[in-house]
């Protein structure tokens, strides 16, 4: 009797088990157009690893580098769409969504360091930015950061005046085409995958970019020269479509948002010594000559552009600056 009980038990332990083999984990999509050895690439890995280990592999994250997937425009079309459902744009992308205010970040010395930055996507200023997306169906899971951009081109760019008439890469925002008016450049709207082949073969001049963005595309090779201008920032929000957020089981959506927040942690860790580790591998390999402003040419930089300030107000939002200013305590 005992013997039977077993083997019906083992029975229907066998028809059972496929059936819960089966279920199909939650796919989680997520997209993004840099190199994976970078401070975004290697967040991406780090939350895929947690949220698979930790959701014991009911959900699976893949992650897709280097525009494989998506390039810039097209993704976010896919994350409203449902196509994709996590992405880490650059602040400079949120524009074309309708939603200006993210260009704030993009303001030439609107944050002198890291340490200004994180005053403002670790506080309630940030948190207010990431609160404009819900209503376009996105919800806002934290701040990733990158670094401080430097201006290249194949021409010695020491001062401003250098800039005149070069046409210059930007990434899809107003403020940074401000900006490069701001210089008398001819800016250029052009997707990432596109630029190391528009560097090579002349279809633009030069560009703008943190030192990790850069080396990891091979910039460099195409760059005679660079200035270190750190005149402006380039980071992320990491966002996910609010239908296909909201609709997971609670579980599982309280396992990510916590394998999110260390992963918002382990990036912000990592992003500086990534940059400084990208241009040291830019000066060794020797393709690029970077200059570092005098006192008197960083001068001549700042003098430049604060005037973007004020031009872009009335896209940015007058309130939005003024909250920047307020959380860094740093007012032109
Ligand atoms: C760029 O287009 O230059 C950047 O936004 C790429 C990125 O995601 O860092």
Redesign the pocket.
């Known amino acids: 009797m005992k013997n039977l009980s077993l083997a019906v038990a083992l029975i229907g332990a066998c028809v059972l088990a496929p059936a819960a083999q089966a279920q199909e984990p939650i796919v989680i999509k997520f997209s ?3 190199a994976m050895d ?1 401070p ?1 690439g290697k967040a991406a890995e780090f939350f895929k690893k947690l949220a698979e280990e930790r959701t014991q592999g009911r959900v699976k994250v893949e992650v897709y580098h280097n525009s494989a997937l998506y390039k ?1 425009r097209e993704e976010m079309e896919a994350l409203q769409l449902g196509a994709v459902q996590m992405l ?3 602040l ?2 949120f524009g074309p969504l309708g939603i200006r205010e993210f260009e704030v970040f993009d303001i030439p010395y609107i944050l002198d360091g890291y340490e200004a930055l994180h005053k403002v996507t670790d506080g309630p200023v940030g948190a207010k930015l990431l609160k404009l997306l819900e209503p376009k169906g996105i919800i806002g899971l934290g701040y990733w950061d ?1 670094g401080f951009k430097i201006m290249s081109a194949n021409k010695p760019i020491k001062t401003p005046a250098d800039m005149r008439g070069l046409k210059i890469r930007i ?1 899809s925002s107003r403020v940074l085409d401000a900006q490069m008016r701001a210089l008398r450049t001819l800016p250029q709207v052009m ?2 995958s596109e ?1 190391y082949q528009a560097l090579q073969t002349g279809v633009v001049d030069g ?1 703008e ?2 030192p990790s ?1 850069m080396f990891t595309q091979k910039m460099h090779e195409v760059q005679k020269h660079a200035t270190i201008t750190n005149h402006g920032y ?1 980071g ?1 929000a990491v966002i996910v479509n609010k239908k296909f957020w909201d609709g997971l089981p609670k579980d599982i959506r309280d396992i990510l948002e916590q394998a999110m927040k260390e992963t918002n942690a382990y990036n912000n860790e990592i992003a500086k010594k990534d940059n400084d580790d990208a241009m040291e591998g830019m000066r060794a390999s020797g393709r690029t000559e970077f200059h570092t402003p005098t006192e008197a040419e960083r001068k001549a930089w700042v003098a430049a552009l604060i005037p973007v300030h004020k031009e872009v107000e009335s896209r940015v939002g007058k309130e939005t600056i003024q909250d920047f200013y307020k959380a860094t305590g740093q007012q032109p």
């Open positions: 993004h157009v840099v970078t975004k810039d880490a744009p650059s400079a992308k990158n990434q997707a990432f630029v560009t970019n943190p963005n380039l992320y």
